[in-house]
């Protein structure tokens, strides 16, 4: 008892004595305890403290702390969560606000689940509160398999949609973070995966400027707390090495005031892939000269050695520590007593009833209506049913990569079950497999008033090199059409289908060439990978009890053969920016169950000078009886340019509710920022005088859009 007593003793005095230090003192400024910090660190402390599984320092009461933590769609890698839609299926609602919503419910989630985990002394990885998301890296080709992790083809896009993640994930509290998020993979980044440890990407300032880099600046712009460089190397340099992409663009020409984390074993890839360093010390010191505060990795661990050899000093690797500590002050990672406004959040918070409605409803706004012979929305009350295909009942497909593990989830097959009545006779069977053939039950479609077959992909197929055990390419894909099986398995289908309804549901994380089915497809819908609640979003759209709304964030192209090779990074022939052949989906498209005219469309000046804004105004009636919502996207084109500028550029989007019978004006404002581009020679973004065209409708295929023309003198 004796014994008991006096560790009890031993621990509130060191509790009373670690508390006593100024940098656990929360009345100061965050710079002042920094100050105190790292005075009181050794410098084989410092370099602890740079690597991603930061070990205690005991003496100084300082816990470990796992900076690894993922949150791409849904806190991911730690248990029970909610699973939202896939990141290129939020992308495809073109609902900042929802996004944003969305990122609130993930950041609840994280909070909760930390608070949970340091009550039961668990520290480890995926359990803390930096998470490396969102994706930003540009879409650029349909065969990189982590394409659907970005927001799309587009970089006004991308950076709008990540701009709301970032703004829901690290809360609103002028003090503290609710969450770090992390802008990730800075900055030429989008395979092939393969060789991503060793890859130049090679790309013309141009491109590098209007298309790698503008969601990066403007998620900068949004205070995102952390930047995570890539693992390959652009023009040359590995991007976790290089002055000119950490320090000259991302420090000095944007601002960046966070800290800079390395691609897991990155740095291992100066030696080992890009062969630039001879050992670690070498690596580490490339990193620290180029500005990186954080290593997931452990060529960190090389640190002291790299100060005792002159490489590096002292007062480099503060400056770089110093930052990074930046961000666990914020966090509230030091405070004695925890003050920040999350520190209630509790285990209700986690997967509750709120944030499965928020995932059936982002999943059902993901939802890409491509084509309909007025064939749905489907009655409720239909007689006889059959679904099939490989996707129908797997779970898993629903999930797509970098996920949590839900407390429910729903397949397409039940959610299509839920909707129907007992009396009506629903049919099920598999079919075939994703890539492998078979003609199982294709009979039962003769005998069904409507068939609905699920193909397309999953995350065996497509996703990060070493995940997809399926892909023909390390994660890529070769082909981006569906597998051959999955196409004979609907020839058959139709064979028995005859004029009846048939319905493809396509699953999948990227765009998928669809001339071999289309013609074989009454309805066809593009439901990504939607999460854990899919089925029921993907059924609530299939019986009309959602109005699809849904657009494509990425082109589908007709034929791989339509685009430049895969490892060529040059955006000529690329995205609906660059590309002039013709596709079967534009980017923007989405059907709907109304429909939707758009009239008078007017600017409040016709001419302008560099640097002054107007507003453009346009009247979208919904012509139809049902009422709906209408992605009213905004284009800009600069006519007769003297150099290659895009086909056209989307500025602007509005999601809008409009009831049956009534219009809605919706006006957009033209800043001088949405025309600036990135002069080569005089090396500033700047306006090119002269006329514009500017267009809007429902999506970037010119028989879709109105336009008006605008002069800049």
């Given at each position: 008892m004796k014994k008991i007593l006096l560790l009890c003793i031993l621990h509130l005095t060191a509790i009373t004595l670690y508390a006593q230090y100024p940098f656990k003192d929360t009345s100061l400024s965050v710079e002042s305890r920094i100050?105190?910090?790292?005075?009181?660190?050794?410098?084989?402390?410092?370099?602890?403290?740079m690597l991603y599984n930061s070990k205690a320092i005991e003496r100084l009461g300082i816990p470990e702390y796992n900076w690894w933590n993922e949150a791409l769609h849904g806190v991911a890698r730690n248990g029970k969560a909610t699973v939202f839609p896939q990141a290129i299926g939020l992308a495809a609602t073109f609902d900042p606000e929802l996004i944003e919503t969305v990122a609130n419910a993930i950041s609840d989630e994280a909070r909760a689940k930390y608070n949970a985990s340091i009550k039961a002394g668990i520290r480890g990885q995926y359990s803390g509160l930096t998470f490396w998301s969102p994706n930003v890296n540009i879409f650029r080709d349909p065969r990189w398999g982590r394409g659907q992790e970005t927001y799309g083809e587009d970089p006004f896009l991308s950076g709008t949609i990540g701009r709301a993640?970032?703004?829901?994930?690290?809360?609103?509290?002028?003090?503290?973070?609710?969450?770090?998020?992390?802008?990730?993979?800075?900055?030429?980044?989008?395979?092939?995966?393969?060789?991503?440890?060793?890859?130049?990407?090679?790309?013309?300032?141009?491109?590098?400027r209007d298309t790698y880099l503008p969601a990066f600046r403007m998620l900068v712009d949004e205070n995102v707390e952390a930047i995570m460089c890539a693992y390959n190397r652009t023009n040359t340099e590995p991007c976790c090495g290089s002055k000119y992409l950490l320090n000259d663009i991302l420090r000095k020409e944007f601002k960046f005031k966070g800290h800079i984390v390395t691609d897991c074993w990155a740095l291992a890839d100066f030696i080992n892939g890009h062969k630039i360093a001879k050992d670690e010390v070498e690596a580490a010191t490339m990193a620290i000269k180029a500005g990186v505060n954080l290593n997931c990795g452990y060529v960190y661990r090389f640190i002291p050695d790299a100060v005792k050899q002159g490489k590096i000093t002292g007062k480099e690797v503060d400056q770089a520590l110093r930052t990074l500590l930046r961000t666990r002050f914020k966090l509230g990672l030091f405070d004695s007593i925890p003050s920040d406004p999350w520190a209630d959040y509790s285990p209700a918070y986690v997967s509750n009833s709120f944030h499965k409605v928020l995932a059936r409803v982002s999943a059902g706004k993901s939802v890409v209506l491509l084509k309909n012979n007025s064939v749905l929305p489907l009655n409720h009350k239909i007689k006889s049913l059959y679904v099939t295909g490989p996707t129908a009942n797997d779970a898993e497909m629903l999930l797509g990569n970098y996920n949590g593990i839900p407390d429910e989830i729903v397949t397409i097959l039940e959610g299509i079950m839920r909707k129907i009545g007992v009396e009506t006779q629903l049919q099920y069977h598999r079919g075939c497999g994703i890539t492998t053939f078979a003609n199982n039950g294709v009979d039962i479609a003769a005998t069904s008033e409507a068939t609905i077959v699920c193909l397309g992909l999953n995350s065996e197929m497509e996703g990060e090199a070493g995940d997809a055990i399926f892909s023909d390419n390390d994660g890529d894909r070769n082909r981006i059409s569906l597998p051959e099986s999955q196409i004979k398995f609907l020839q058959e289908l139709k064979k028995n289908a005859g004029k009846k309804p048939l319905i493809v549901v396509l699953t999948g994380g990227s765009a998928i060439t669809i001339e071999e089915i289309e013609p074989l497809a009454d309805a066809i819908l593009m439901v990504w990978y939607p999460g854990e609640q899919g089925g029921n979003a993907v059924a609530d759209v299939l019986f009309g009890d959602r109005n699809p709304s849904g657009r494509l964030p990425i082109t589908f192209y007709k034929s791989v053969n339509d685009l430049p090779p895969f490892e060529n990074y040059a955006m000529k022939g690329r995205t609906y920016r660059y590309f002039t052949g013709e596709v079967r989906y534009p980017f923007g498209f989405g059907l709907s169950y109304s429909a939707f005219s758009y009239n008078n469309l007017t600017l409040d000046k016709t001419k302008i000078k560099a640097g002054e804004t107007t507003r453009v105004k346009v009247e979208v009636t919904n012509i139809s009886k049902i009422s709906g919502e209408e992605v009213v996207q905004l284009y800009i084109r600069k006519n007769n340019s003297k150099i290659v500028r895009p086909v056209k550029e989307l500025k602007g989007f509005r999601n809008v509710m409009i009831p049956a019978g009534y219009t809605q004006t919706v006006t957009f404002e033209l800043t001088p920022k949405l025309f600036e581009y990135y002069d080569t020679e005089k090396k500033q973004y700047t306006i090119e005088k002269g006329s514009y065209t500017l267009y809007v409708g429902k999506s970037s295929d010119e028989k879709d859009l109105t336009k008006v023309e605008l002069e800049i003198k």
């Open positions: 100050d105190d910090l790292l005075k009181r660190l050794t410098i084989e402390e410092k370099a602890n403290m993640f970032v703004r829901g994930m690290q809360g609103y509290d002028s003090k503290y973070l609710k969450t770090a998020a992390c802008a990730k993979h800075f900055v030429v980044h989008s395979g092939p995966e393969k060789i991503r440890h060793s890859f130049d990407a090679t790309v013309n300032e141009r491109d590098f």
